[in-house]
């Protein structure tokens, strides 16, 4: 190709670049989808070795550290994005790189539990990733109206998530979570009983779980629930013969 004489080198290493990612698209691997990632990686590996300092090396390693995230690496997507900012702050490939450290290094918290709560008491699992404590919340539901208006119970505009959040609360309780340095999503489970559940008045309640102990918005993440605290349990059993 002519452009392969040229001083500047950014035409044929950004077709070699589009090449490599042409064959790792399109390519079909006797051996498997791991097989064939792998030799993609490699093939970026090279890449990025030969084209020095050069702002396309910083494409490559980005989608080197894309190929990470995607296998679940995390960690090793994150060191991998980082050099490349450290290394062309100003590229293309840098501000693809901040965004991934930013999704990787995201809050998540979500939370799942049984609807009727009564003794035995159950648990709270909550799910999450890259937080170290999780604040619950109880507070009286008037659900009944949301169901009356067409409303979805567990859905709310900005100002309906507002006026949730500043309910009064009858419970709460913070809970430590075990550290995730690998920014995996873990659960945890934090009983029931935690909350001090016996002296609650039967009814129904919202469960509200925040990274953040005002349980405000900013650099936060809230999960909401409807739970029923009840006196009444089934309990089944065989009768002798």
Known sequence: MLFRSDADPTAVLAADL????????????????????AR??????????????HETAAM????????ARAEGDLVEARTIAAGVIESQPKSPAAAFCKNLIADIEGKGLSFTTERSWAAPWPAVRVGYRNLAKVHLRL?????????????????????????LLALPAVRSHAADLPATPDYQERQH?????????????????????????????????????????????????????
């Open 18 to 37: 589009d090449r490599i990612l042409w064959a790792g698209n399109a390519a079909v691997a006797d051996d498997g989808a791991d097989a064939l990632a």
């Open 40 to 53: 993609k990686r490699a093939a970026l590996e090279t890449f990025a070795t030969r084209a020095g300092d």
């Open 60 to 67: 490559a390693r980005g989608l080197l550290a894309e190929l």
């Open 139 to 163: 507070a009286k539901a008037d659900w009944l109206p949301r169901v009356l208006a067409g409303k979805p119970v567990e859905w709310f505009d900005e100002e309906e998530r507002k006026a």
């Open 189 to 241: 489970d934090i009983p029931v009983s935690a909350l001090d559940p016996q002296g609650l008045e039967p009814g129904t309640y919202w469960l509200i779980a925040s990274a953040q102990p005002d349980f405000g918005g900013g650099d936060n993440v809230v999960f909401v629930g409807l739970v029923r605290v009840t006196r009444l349990a089934i309990v089944g059993g065989q009768s002798g013969a």
